[in-house]
């Protein structure tokens, strides 16, 4: 990740489904690093993930507010000390990294989160009435948030997510000691009806 | 609708066309249901989903499609799914409506209103195209092939260039003459890889860069692929 890029996903000026914005905080505050975990563990479930980006806040009118993290708060900031609490939380755990990013002669940290290896990331501890052992987090689709799972198709979108990749381990261990060759291939479909749709439209 | 796609195909564009190898004219059960489903499988390896699926702004419904236009600072894309699967987007070319590119540090002086493509883009937006067509095959027709045909239009006098600072630059100025656009047939076929797609998107970049009769190797390109944000073959 670049300062470019960080700048991209500022000026977009709201956040996606790939991205969460907290404002400036301690890793030293209990609240701020349960609500970070939250949106860690949500990432990790989420085909292809995402990234936080600490040092951002809202405004009223729900625009951003990029002041970056401060001085103050930048001492706390530490990948160890981030991985562990992480780490405290997540099972199995997690993949990321941290990184320091510039904008606007601002300093920003950025958590990049890799999605769950085998089987979706759940929580494993209690944290006041934001972690609860056993939840299963996620960016719901509807819009872009991290909560524990609440609507069929997120729960939907995991399920898929964690049955692909099991899929995908099968097929590569089954081709490598050849018990799956190459699958027949299915005519190539005829451009004339799917010409006509494009074709039909205003 | 097609007023729009005009409007994009006037310019540098890319535009996909995913098309299930078995036809049925309902593939689709629920249009309302359709929103959700494409934001489930968009790629999002670098910060701008592909499709762009906004969840801020609605989709038009109507009898046998659910589209949705996205027009934001140097974003423009289009997409259409219709219920028989077959799916189609078309995007601008970023750097056409004042996405300004990052060249390497060797790259030759930008003219003003010169026309670039970057290498590093047009491999990330292959990687897209193959890994979003092989989702959406698992979604809408699991266990089937799917075609899937890219057209890449406006490129003619326009220049390919490194986009990133942290690279050198190409040795000598690359620039397509052709008028006709590039195009690329692909079936993307059942339990195909990560690394397969991740090995067919940069196949497709190299097919794509000789008509500006440039070749890039094809672990300079894995190292592109491996620089998305999220990106990460399993």
Known sequence: ?202 | MKEFIAALKSKGYWQARLLPSIEQPKRWGDKLAIKVALNGIAVNFRGWDYPHVSLQHNVVIESDRVWQTTEWNYFREIWCAFLSGQFLHVAGMRADYGAALQLGLLEDHVEPGEKLLGIGDTVYRMTEFAHFASRYAQAVCPGEDLRALLEVGGLKDRRLVVDDPNRGGTSSRYVAHTEAPFTADLLVRPGTSDAELAREARNLANELYELFEFRAADAVLEGWQRQMIYYRPS
């Open chain 1, 1 to 202: 990740m670049t300062d470019d890029d960080i700048a991209q996903l500022i000026e977009q000026g709201h956040e996606t489904n790939g991205v969460e914005f907290k404002s400036s905080g301690s890793l030293g505050d209990a609240h701020f690093r349960a609500k970070l975990v939250r949106a860690i563990l949500a990432f990790a479930n989420r085909r292809d993930s995402g990234v936080v980006v600490v040092g951002v806040s809202e405004n009223r009118d729900k625009t951003l507010n990029p002041t970056g993290v401060t001085s103050a708060h930048a001492k706390s900031w530490d990948f160890d000390r981030l991985s562990g609490i992480v780490s405290g939380f997540a099972d199995p755990s997690v993949e990321l990294s941290l990184e320091v990013r510039r904008y606007k002669g601002r300093t920003f940290r950025v958590i990049v989160v890799s999605e769950f290896a085998e089987v979706p990331v759940l929580c494993k501890k209690d944290h006041g009435n934001v972690l609860r052992q056993g939840g299963c987090y996620v960016r719901s689709l509807r819009k872009p948030e991290s909560r524990e799972v609440a609507f069929q198709e997120d729960m939907r979108a995991v399920i898929g997510l964690a049955t692909d990749k099991a899929v995908a381990r099968w097929v590569g261990l089954a081709r490598h000691v050849g018990l799956v060759g190459a699958l027949p291939a299915q005519p190539r479909p005829a451009l004339s009806r799917y010409d006509e749709e494009v074709e039909g439209l205003p």
